[in-house]
Protein backbone atom coordinates (compact mmCIF):
# COMPACT_ATOMS: atom_id res chain seq x y z
CA UNK A 1 0.00 0.00 0.00
CA UNK A 2 1.80 3.26 -1.04
CA UNK A 3 2.20 5.55 1.83
CA UNK A 4 0.78 9.58 0.74
CA UNK A 5 2.68 12.14 1.55
CA UNK A 6 2.53 13.51 4.74
CA UNK A 7 0.58 16.62 6.49
CA UNK A 8 0.16 19.18 9.35
CA UNK A 9 -1.70 21.95 10.07
CA UNK A 10 -0.36 25.08 11.81
CA UNK A 11 -1.93 26.12 14.99
CA UNK A 12 -1.66 29.98 16.04
CA UNK A 13 -0.83 30.34 19.66
CA UNK A 14 -3.74 31.87 20.55
CA UNK A 15 -6.04 29.23 19.28
CA UNK A 16 -4.22 26.10 20.52
CA UNK A 17 -7.49 24.03 22.42
CA UNK A 18 -8.39 20.31 21.53
CA UNK A 19 -5.99 18.58 19.32
CA UNK A 20 -7.67 15.47 17.55
CA UNK A 21 -5.06 12.94 16.49
CA UNK A 22 -4.16 9.03 17.35
CA UNK A 23 -3.30 8.33 20.78
CA UNK A 24 0.26 6.92 19.45
CA UNK A 25 0.68 10.58 18.44
CA UNK A 26 -0.15 12.01 21.64
CA UNK A 27 2.17 14.81 23.06
CA UNK A 28 1.87 16.58 26.14
CA UNK A 29 1.58 20.30 25.83
CA UNK A 30 1.58 22.76 29.31
CA UNK A 31 1.81 26.02 29.04
CA UNK A 32 1.34 27.69 33.06
CA UNK A 33 1.12 31.59 33.57
CA UNK A 34 1.34 32.90 37.48
CA UNK A 35 1.13 36.59 38.17
CA UNK A 36 4.63 36.36 38.82
CA UNK A 37 6.02 34.43 35.33
CA UNK A 38 3.39 35.56 33.04
CA UNK A 39 5.17 37.47 29.78
CA UNK A 40 3.33 39.97 27.01
CA UNK A 41 4.69 39.69 23.55
CA UNK A 42 3.98 43.35 22.09
CA UNK A 43 3.65 42.68 18.48
CA UNK A 44 5.79 45.17 16.99
CA UNK A 45 7.70 44.46 13.87
CA UNK A 46 10.65 46.33 14.13
CA UNK A 47 13.51 44.67 11.40
CA UNK A 48 16.30 45.11 13.52
CA UNK A 49 14.50 43.88 16.74
CA UNK A 50 12.56 41.05 15.81
CA UNK A 51 8.73 40.33 16.40
CA UNK A 52 9.35 39.25 19.41
CA UNK A 53 9.62 42.03 22.65
CA UNK A 54 9.27 40.10 25.76
CA UNK A 55 7.73 42.73 28.99
CA UNK A 56 6.42 41.68 32.02
CA UNK A 57 3.46 42.94 32.48
CA UNK A 58 4.08 47.05 33.89
CA UNK A 59 7.44 47.27 33.35
CA UNK A 60 8.35 50.15 31.75
CA UNK A 61 12.00 49.27 30.73
CA UNK A 62 12.70 47.01 27.23
CA UNK A 63 14.05 43.47 28.85
CA UNK A 64 15.83 42.81 25.43
CA UNK A 65 15.68 39.78 25.00
CA UNK A 66 13.53 37.38 23.98
CA UNK A 67 12.61 34.37 26.46
CA UNK A 68 12.89 30.52 25.28
CA UNK A 69 10.62 28.85 23.27
CA UNK A 70 8.03 27.04 24.74
CA UNK A 71 8.06 23.21 24.68
CA UNK A 72 5.57 22.54 22.15
CA UNK A 73 4.62 20.17 19.94
CA UNK A 74 6.94 20.14 17.06
CA UNK A 75 3.96 19.60 14.85
CA UNK A 76 2.14 22.80 16.40
CA UNK A 77 4.79 24.96 13.86
CA UNK A 78 4.71 22.89 11.10
CA UNK A 79 6.85 19.41 11.24
CA UNK A 80 5.50 16.79 9.60
CA UNK A 81 5.96 13.44 10.68
CA UNK A 82 7.00 10.73 8.28
CA UNK A 83 5.15 7.72 9.02
CA UNK A 84 2.38 9.17 6.92
CA UNK A 85 -0.24 10.24 9.01
CA UNK A 86 -2.49 13.04 8.63
CA UNK A 87 -2.06 15.29 11.30
CA UNK A 88 -5.44 17.41 11.57
CA UNK A 89 -4.36 20.28 14.49
CA UNK A 90 -6.06 22.97 15.93
CA UNK A 91 -9.32 21.76 16.23
CA UNK A 92 -10.63 24.37 18.39
CA UNK A 93 -13.76 23.00 20.71
CA UNK A 94 -15.54 26.48 20.45
CA UNK A 95 -15.66 29.37 17.79
CA UNK A 96 -13.54 32.08 18.57
CA UNK A 97 -13.85 35.64 17.68
CA UNK A 98 -13.93 36.25 13.59
CA UNK A 99 -10.58 35.05 11.62
CA UNK A 100 -8.57 37.26 10.20
CA UNK A 101 -9.45 37.61 6.44
CA UNK A 102 -6.66 37.49 3.84
CA UNK A 103 -6.27 39.91 1.65
CA UNK A 104 -7.84 39.66 -2.20
CA UNK A 105 -4.31 41.00 -3.82
CA UNK A 106 -1.66 38.96 -2.79
CA UNK A 107 1.91 38.81 -3.39
CA UNK A 108 3.82 35.31 -3.66
CA UNK A 109 7.40 35.02 -3.98
CA UNK A 110 10.61 32.72 -3.84
CA UNK A 111 14.40 32.69 -2.64
CA UNK A 112 17.47 30.80 -2.37
CA UNK A 113 18.51 32.02 1.26
CA UNK A 114 21.66 29.98 0.90
CA UNK A 115 21.24 28.69 4.83
CA UNK A 116 20.23 30.95 8.00
CA UNK A 117 23.60 31.66 9.82
CA UNK A 118 25.00 29.53 12.40
CA UNK A 119 23.30 32.06 15.67
CA UNK A 120 20.56 30.69 17.69
CA UNK A 121 17.83 33.20 15.53
CA UNK A 122 19.67 33.64 12.23
CA UNK A 123 20.56 37.17 11.00
CA UNK A 124 19.18 36.19 7.78
CA UNK A 125 15.64 35.43 9.12
CA UNK A 126 15.47 39.02 10.79
CA UNK A 127 15.83 40.11 7.14
CA UNK A 128 13.52 37.89 5.57
CA UNK A 129 10.80 38.97 8.11
CA UNK A 130 11.87 42.70 7.19
CA UNK A 131 11.29 41.43 3.38
CA UNK A 132 7.72 40.36 3.88
CA UNK A 133 6.94 43.71 5.41
CA UNK A 134 8.68 45.96 3.08
CA UNK A 135 7.65 44.04 -0.18
CA UNK A 136 4.18 43.38 1.59
CA UNK A 137 4.72 40.14 0.41
CA UNK A 138 2.12 37.55 2.05
CA UNK A 139 3.99 33.93 1.01
CA UNK A 140 7.71 33.76 0.61
CA UNK A 141 9.17 30.07 -0.70
CA UNK A 142 12.62 29.47 0.95
CA UNK A 143 14.97 27.14 -0.18
CA UNK A 144 17.96 25.77 1.21
CA UNK A 145 16.62 26.85 5.10
CA UNK A 146 18.87 24.36 6.94
CA UNK A 147 16.61 24.90 9.87
CA UNK A 148 16.43 22.00 12.61
CA UNK A 149 12.69 21.43 14.34
CA UNK A 150 14.47 23.60 17.68
CA UNK A 151 15.59 26.74 15.77
CA UNK A 152 11.97 26.24 13.97
CA UNK A 153 9.97 26.51 16.79
CA UNK A 154 12.34 29.58 18.11
CA UNK A 155 11.69 31.73 14.88
CA UNK A 156 7.91 31.60 15.50
CA UNK A 157 8.57 32.42 19.14
CA UNK A 158 10.02 35.23 18.02
CA UNK A 159 8.01 36.34 15.18
CA UNK A 160 4.86 34.98 15.96
CA UNK A 161 3.41 38.79 16.05
CA UNK A 162 3.93 39.20 12.11
CA UNK A 163 5.39 36.32 10.49
CA UNK A 164 4.97 32.08 10.90
CA UNK A 165 7.38 29.56 8.96
CA UNK A 166 6.82 26.05 8.20
CA UNK A 167 9.19 24.06 7.07
CA UNK A 168 10.14 20.35 5.52
CA UNK A 169 13.45 19.74 6.96
CA UNK A 170 16.19 17.53 5.38
CA UNK A 171 15.99 14.01 6.71
CA UNK A 172 19.38 13.28 6.74
CA UNK A 173 20.90 16.93 7.94
CA UNK A 174 18.68 19.34 8.84
CA UNK A 175 21.06 21.78 10.09
CA UNK A 176 23.49 21.56 7.17
CA UNK A 177 21.74 20.86 3.51
CA UNK A 178 18.73 21.33 1.33
CA UNK A 179 15.73 22.28 3.74
CA UNK A 180 12.13 24.03 1.86
CA UNK A 181 10.28 26.38 3.96
CA UNK A 182 7.45 28.74 3.69
CA UNK A 183 7.31 32.22 5.35
CA UNK A 184 4.14 33.49 6.24
CA UNK A 185 2.87 37.38 6.21
CA UNK A 186 0.74 37.15 9.39
CA UNK A 187 -0.57 40.87 8.56
CA UNK A 188 -1.94 39.63 4.90
CA UNK A 189 -2.78 36.08 5.46
CA UNK A 190 -4.89 34.32 7.96
CA UNK A 191 -3.21 31.37 9.71
CA UNK A 192 -6.04 29.53 10.99
CA UNK A 193 -6.38 27.45 7.84
CA UNK A 194 -2.40 26.74 7.11
CA UNK A 195 -1.56 23.33 5.99
CA UNK A 196 2.03 22.44 5.31
CA UNK A 197 2.18 18.61 3.14
CA UNK A 198 5.46 17.33 2.55
CA UNK A 199 6.24 15.56 -1.06
CA UNK A 200 9.91 14.95 -0.38
CA UNK A 201 11.14 15.68 2.65
CA UNK A 202 13.92 18.40 2.13
CA UNK A 203 12.91 18.93 -1.58
CA UNK A 204 9.36 19.40 -2.49
CA UNK A 205 6.75 20.89 0.08
CA UNK A 206 3.03 22.18 -0.73
CA UNK A 207 1.32 24.58 1.30
CA UNK A 208 -2.18 25.38 1.29
CA UNK A 209 -4.38 28.22 2.59
CA UNK A 210 -7.18 30.02 2.61
CA UNK A 211 -7.70 32.99 0.26
CA UNK A 212 -10.58 35.15 0.04
CA UNK A 213 -13.98 34.05 0.53
CA UNK A 214 -14.17 30.04 -0.22
CA UNK A 215 -10.80 30.15 -2.36
CA UNK A 216 -8.07 28.14 -1.13
CA UNK A 217 -4.71 28.49 -2.91
CA UNK A 218 -1.98 25.54 -2.93
CA UNK A 219 1.42 26.36 -3.59
CA UNK A 220 4.47 23.87 -4.00
CA UNK A 221 7.96 24.64 -3.17
CA UNK A 222 10.99 22.95 -4.71
CA UNK A 223 14.46 22.76 -4.99
CA UNK A 224 15.78 20.49 -6.96
CA UNK A 225 19.74 19.05 -6.78
CA UNK A 226 22.13 20.28 -8.94
CA UNK A 227 23.43 17.45 -11.01
CA UNK A 228 21.58 16.54 -14.46
CA UNK A 229 20.55 13.07 -13.69
CA UNK A 230 19.45 13.59 -10.07
CA UNK A 231 17.28 16.53 -11.61
CA UNK A 232 15.76 13.95 -14.34
CA UNK A 233 15.00 11.44 -10.79
CA UNK A 234 13.44 14.25 -9.16
CA UNK A 235 11.11 15.26 -11.49
CA UNK A 236 10.47 12.26 -12.22
CA UNK A 237 9.58 11.69 -8.26
CA UNK A 238 7.81 15.04 -7.60
CA UNK A 239 5.09 13.67 -10.42
CA UNK A 240 5.21 10.36 -8.96
CA UNK A 241 4.68 11.74 -5.41
CA UNK A 242 1.78 14.25 -6.51
CA UNK A 243 -0.28 11.32 -7.25
CA UNK A 244 -0.28 10.07 -3.67
CA UNK A 245 -1.18 13.83 -1.84
CA UNK A 246 -5.13 14.15 -1.39
CA UNK A 247 -7.19 17.20 -2.59
CA UNK A 248 -6.47 19.15 -5.98
CA UNK A 249 -3.29 19.96 -7.56
CA UNK A 250 -1.34 22.86 -6.97
CA UNK A 251 -1.77 26.18 -8.42
CA UNK A 252 1.70 27.42 -8.32
CA UNK A 253 4.81 26.01 -8.47
CA UNK A 254 7.91 27.57 -7.44
CA UNK A 255 11.21 27.73 -6.32
CA UNK A 256 15.19 26.70 -6.99
CA UNK A 257 14.89 24.47 -10.22
CA UNK A 258 18.53 23.96 -10.95
CA UNK A 259 18.15 24.14 -14.70
CA UNK A 260 16.82 26.40 -17.19
CA UNK A 261 14.02 25.65 -20.20
CA UNK A 262 15.29 28.25 -22.51
CA UNK A 263 18.74 29.11 -23.56
CA UNK A 264 18.06 33.01 -22.86
CA UNK A 265 17.75 32.19 -19.56
CA UNK A 266 21.47 31.56 -19.44
CA UNK A 267 24.48 33.79 -19.83
CA UNK A 268 26.03 32.89 -22.62
CA UNK A 269 22.87 31.69 -24.08
CA UNK A 270 22.96 27.69 -23.89
CA UNK A 271 20.38 25.05 -22.77
CA UNK A 272 20.33 22.21 -20.28
CA UNK A 273 20.49 18.43 -20.52
CA UNK A 274 17.43 17.50 -22.55
CA UNK A 275 16.20 14.91 -20.16
CA UNK A 276 16.05 16.61 -17.58
CA UNK A 277 14.09 19.72 -19.31
CA UNK A 278 11.96 17.21 -20.92
CA UNK A 279 11.13 15.62 -17.89
CA UNK A 280 9.99 18.91 -16.45
CA UNK A 281 8.30 20.00 -19.11
CA UNK A 282 6.34 16.64 -18.62
CA UNK A 283 5.33 17.49 -15.42
CA UNK A 284 4.37 21.03 -16.07
CA UNK A 285 2.50 20.37 -18.54
CA UNK A 286 0.47 17.94 -16.78
CA UNK A 287 -0.19 20.09 -13.64
CA UNK A 288 -1.48 22.90 -16.51
CA UNK A 289 1.15 25.34 -15.58
CA UNK A 290 3.56 27.65 -17.92
CA UNK A 291 6.34 29.77 -16.74
CA UNK A 292 4.70 33.38 -16.03
CA UNK A 293 7.74 35.68 -16.38
CA UNK A 294 8.80 33.99 -19.78
CA UNK A 295 5.47 34.47 -21.32
CA UNK A 296 5.65 37.64 -20.14
CA UNK A 297 8.71 38.62 -21.27
CA UNK A 298 9.25 35.91 -24.52
CA UNK A 299 12.28 37.19 -26.30
CA UNK A 300 13.50 38.88 -22.94
CA UNK A 301 17.35 38.29 -21.70
CA UNK A 302 17.48 38.37 -18.32
CA UNK A 303 21.00 38.94 -17.62
CA UNK A 304 22.30 36.40 -14.87
CA UNK A 305 24.21 33.51 -15.07
CA UNK A 306 21.02 31.10 -15.04
CA UNK A 307 17.52 31.79 -14.42
CA UNK A 308 17.03 28.93 -12.26
CA UNK A 309 14.75 30.67 -9.78
CA UNK A 310 10.84 31.01 -11.35
CA UNK A 311 7.17 31.15 -10.98
CA UNK A 312 4.94 28.36 -12.91
CA UNK A 313 1.09 29.07 -12.41
CA UNK A 314 -1.99 27.86 -14.25
CA UNK A 315 -3.86 28.79 -16.96
CA UNK A 316 -6.67 30.18 -14.73
CA UNK A 317 -4.10 32.29 -12.26
CA UNK A 318 -1.80 33.55 -15.29
CA UNK A 319 -5.03 35.54 -16.31
CA UNK A 320 -5.10 37.30 -13.08
CA UNK A 321 -1.47 37.47 -12.86
CA UNK A 322 0.46 40.96 -12.78
CA UNK A 323 3.74 42.52 -11.07
CA UNK A 324 6.59 39.97 -12.41
CA UNK A 325 9.73 40.81 -10.89
CA UNK A 326 13.01 39.29 -10.58
CA UNK A 327 15.54 41.04 -8.14
CA UNK A 328 18.09 41.26 -5.25
CA UNK A 329 16.41 40.83 -1.54
CA UNK A 330 18.61 43.21 0.12
CA UNK A 331 21.13 40.43 1.72
CA UNK A 332 23.71 38.83 0.51
CA UNK A 333 23.06 35.44 -1.36
CA UNK A 334 24.01 34.62 -4.85
CA UNK A 335 19.81 34.21 -6.10
CA UNK A 336 17.62 36.71 -7.28
CA UNK A 337 14.43 36.89 -5.70
CA UNK A 338 11.32 36.35 -7.94
CA UNK A 339 7.53 37.24 -7.44
CA UNK A 340 4.32 37.51 -8.93
CA UNK A 341 0.82 39.60 -7.70
CA UNK A 342 -1.98 37.57 -7.70
CA UNK A 343 -5.52 38.82 -7.71
CA UNK A 344 -8.68 36.81 -6.33
CA UNK A 345 -11.49 36.15 -9.00
CA UNK A 346 -14.09 37.29 -6.09
CA UNK A 347 -11.94 40.65 -5.10
CA UNK A 348 -13.43 44.00 -6.61
CA UNK A 349 -12.23 45.11 -9.36
CA UNK A 350 -9.88 48.38 -8.33
CA UNK A 351 -7.98 50.88 -10.60
CA UNK A 352 -4.42 52.13 -10.49
CA UNK A 353 -5.39 54.81 -8.25
CA UNK A 354 -4.35 58.51 -8.36
CA UNK A 355 -0.94 60.33 -7.86
CA UNK A 356 -0.36 61.65 -4.44
CA UNK A 357 1.98 64.00 -2.87
CA UNK A 358 4.66 62.17 -1.86
CA UNK A 359 4.99 62.46 2.16
CA UNK A 360 8.70 63.58 2.08
CA UNK A 361 7.67 67.09 0.29
CA UNK A 362 5.60 67.91 3.00
CA UNK A 363 8.85 68.24 5.26
CA UNK A 364 10.76 69.94 2.60
CA UNK A 365 11.68 73.35 3.03
CA UNK A 366 12.47 74.15 -0.54
CA UNK A 367 8.77 73.09 -1.53
CA UNK A 368 6.93 74.47 1.21
CA UNK A 369 8.14 77.94 -0.09
CA UNK A 370 7.38 77.40 -3.31
CA UNK A 371 4.06 76.19 -2.52
CA UNK A 372 3.14 78.97 -0.21
CA UNK A 373 4.40 81.65 -2.84
CA UNK A 374 1.59 80.00 -5.56
CA UNK A 375 -0.86 79.80 -2.93
CA UNK A 376 0.06 83.59 -2.11
CA UNK A 377 -0.42 84.26 -5.72
CA UNK A 378 -3.34 82.40 -6.00
CA UNK A 379 -4.96 84.28 -3.29
CA UNK A 380 -4.01 87.73 -4.69
CA UNK A 381 -5.58 87.20 -7.92
CA UNK A 382 -8.58 86.22 -6.48
CA UNK A 383 -8.99 89.27 -5.02
CA UNK A 384 -8.40 91.03 -7.68
CA UNK A 385 -10.34 88.91 -10.40
CA UNK A 386 -12.95 91.36 -11.18
CA UNK A 387 -15.84 90.86 -12.87
CA UNK A 388 -16.31 86.75 -13.85
CA UNK A 389 -15.74 85.47 -16.89
CA UNK A 390 -16.23 82.09 -19.20
CA UNK A 391 -12.29 82.19 -19.05
CA UNK A 392 -11.64 84.11 -16.28
CA UNK A 393 -13.21 82.86 -12.92
CA UNK A 394 -12.03 81.52 -9.62
CA UNK A 395 -13.10 77.74 -10.66
CA UNK A 396 -10.52 78.64 -13.45
CA UNK A 397 -7.78 79.79 -11.40
CA UNK A 398 -7.92 77.46 -8.94
CA UNK A 399 -8.07 74.72 -11.44
CA UNK A 400 -4.52 76.20 -12.88
CA UNK A 401 -3.00 76.04 -9.53
CA UNK A 402 -3.23 73.03 -9.01
CA UNK A 403 -1.98 72.02 -12.23
CA UNK A 404 1.06 74.27 -11.43
CA UNK A 405 1.95 72.95 -7.84
CA UNK A 406 1.37 69.31 -9.30
CA UNK A 407 3.87 70.22 -11.75
CA UNK A 408 6.16 71.86 -9.18
CA UNK A 409 5.78 68.94 -6.65
CA UNK A 410 6.55 65.99 -9.41
CA UNK A 411 9.67 67.74 -10.36
CA UNK A 412 10.79 68.06 -6.98
CA UNK A 413 9.83 65.03 -5.89
CA UNK A 414 12.28 63.76 -9.21
CA UNK A 415 15.14 65.68 -7.20
CA UNK A 416 14.56 64.45 -3.81
CA UNK A 417 14.77 60.68 -4.55
CA UNK A 418 17.94 59.30 -2.94
CA UNK A 419 21.14 59.15 -4.79
CA UNK A 420 21.01 55.07 -4.44
CA UNK A 421 17.79 54.59 -5.72
CA UNK A 422 19.30 56.67 -9.21
CA UNK A 423 22.05 54.70 -9.24
CA UNK A 424 20.47 51.82 -8.98
CA UNK A 425 17.86 52.91 -11.64
CA UNK A 426 20.72 53.22 -13.76
CA UNK A 427 22.99 50.29 -13.10
CA UNK A 428 19.30 48.60 -14.35
CA UNK A 429 19.34 50.65 -17.41
CA UNK A 430 22.68 49.64 -18.44
CA UNK A 431 22.36 45.89 -17.81
CA UNK A 432 19.03 46.04 -20.00
CA UNK A 433 20.83 47.80 -22.77
CA UNK A 434 24.15 45.61 -22.58
CA UNK A 435 21.73 42.21 -22.70
CA UNK A 436 19.76 44.04 -26.14
CA UNK A 437 23.09 43.60 -28.03
CA UNK A 438 23.86 41.04 -30.56
CA UNK A 439 26.96 39.38 -28.27
CA UNK A 440 26.49 41.05 -24.88
CA UNK A 441 29.78 40.93 -22.89
CA UNK A 442 29.10 38.44 -19.95
CA UNK A 443 32.16 39.97 -18.12
CA UNK A 444 30.79 43.28 -18.32
CA UNK A 445 27.33 42.57 -17.15
CA UNK A 446 28.85 40.27 -14.31
CA UNK A 447 30.63 43.44 -13.01
CA UNK A 448 27.18 45.53 -12.76
CA UNK A 449 25.37 42.70 -11.69
CA UNK A 450 28.09 42.57 -8.55
CA UNK A 451 27.65 46.73 -8.51
CA UNK A 452 23.69 46.35 -8.67
CA UNK A 453 23.82 43.67 -5.46
CA UNK A 454 26.17 45.96 -3.44
CA UNK A 455 23.94 48.88 -3.69
CA UNK A 456 20.55 46.43 -2.88
CA UNK A 457 22.23 45.24 0.00
CA UNK A 458 23.00 48.77 0.83
CA UNK A 459 19.73 50.44 0.84
CA UNK A 460 18.39 47.50 2.81
CA UNK A 461 20.43 47.68 5.74
CA UNK A 462 19.95 51.44 5.48
CA UNK A 463 15.87 50.75 5.88
CA UNK A 464 17.12 48.69 8.66
CA UNK A 465 19.07 51.36 10.32
CA UNK A 466 15.98 53.82 10.01
CA UNK A 467 13.46 51.45 11.65
CA UNK A 468 16.33 50.61 14.87
CA UNK A 469 17.24 54.14 14.98
CA UNK A 470 12.85 55.42 15.24
CA UNK A 471 12.46 52.71 18.02
CA UNK A 472 16.00 54.34 20.42
CA UNK A 473 14.42 57.38 19.53
CA UNK A 474 10.74 57.06 20.12
CA UNK A 475 10.64 53.25 21.79
CA UNK A 476 10.96 54.59 25.16
CA UNK A 477 8.32 57.56 24.73
CA UNK A 478 4.89 58.43 24.96
CA UNK A 479 4.20 58.73 21.59
CA UNK A 480 2.19 57.37 18.49
CA UNK A 481 4.80 55.01 17.95
CA UNK A 482 4.96 53.70 21.68
CA UNK A 483 1.43 53.27 22.07
CA UNK A 484 1.02 51.17 18.39
CA UNK A 485 3.99 49.17 19.52
CA UNK A 486 2.96 48.08 23.10
CA UNK A 487 -1.06 47.81 21.84
CA UNK A 488 -2.61 44.47 22.51
CA UNK A 489 -3.63 42.95 18.98
CA UNK A 490 -7.55 42.26 20.40
CA UNK A 491 -9.92 40.48 17.86
CA UNK A 492 -12.62 42.20 16.36
CA UNK A 493 -15.97 41.19 17.55
CA UNK A 494 -18.77 40.64 15.12
CA UNK A 495 -21.08 43.52 14.79
CA UNK A 496 -24.31 41.62 13.56
CA UNK A 497 -26.10 44.47 15.25
CA UNK A 498 -24.91 46.90 12.76
CA UNK A 499 -24.66 44.58 9.61
CA UNK A 500 -26.75 42.38 7.97
CA UNK A 501 -24.67 39.12 6.77
CA UNK A 502 -26.11 37.96 3.59
CA UNK A 503 -25.07 34.32 2.17
CA UNK A 504 -24.29 33.60 -1.30
CA UNK A 505 -26.26 30.50 -2.42
CA UNK A 506 -23.75 27.13 -2.22
CA UNK A 507 -21.63 28.90 -0.17
CA UNK A 508 -21.41 26.90 3.15
CA UNK A 509 -20.48 28.92 6.37
CA UNK A 510 -19.07 32.15 4.42
CA UNK A 511 -20.63 35.31 4.88
CA UNK A 512 -20.50 38.10 2.09
CA UNK A 513 -21.78 41.71 2.06
Not at 276 to 297: F, H, K
Amino acid sequence: MRKCATAAHYVPPTTRGHVSRPESMVVSHAETATANNQFITHPTTDSTLGSGIQRPPGAGGRTGRVTDPTDDSLGLYGHTTGDGADLRLGEVQQRGPRRRKTKGRIVIASLNMRGGNSNAVGDKWIRVNQVLRDSKIAVLALQETHLTNERLEGLNELFKASMVVLSSPDPENPAGARGVSFAVNTRIVAVEDLKLTEVIPGRAAILNFRWTGDRVLRILNVYAPNGAAENRMFWESVSSKLDGVRGRRPELMLGDLNLVESSLDRLPPHGDQADAVETLGRLVGRLGMEDGWRRNNPNTATGSQSRIDRIYVTEELMRRAEDWNMEGPGFPTDHRMVSVSLANYKAPSTGKGRWAFPQILLTDGEFVKTMRKMGLELQSDLENLGDRTDERNPQRLYQEFKTSLRLEARSRAKRLIPKIERHIAALEHDISVLLEGEDPNRHEVAILQDRLMKLEVKRFERKRRAVATKDWLKGESVSRYWTKLNALQLPRKRKTHVLKLLRRDGEDGEEAL
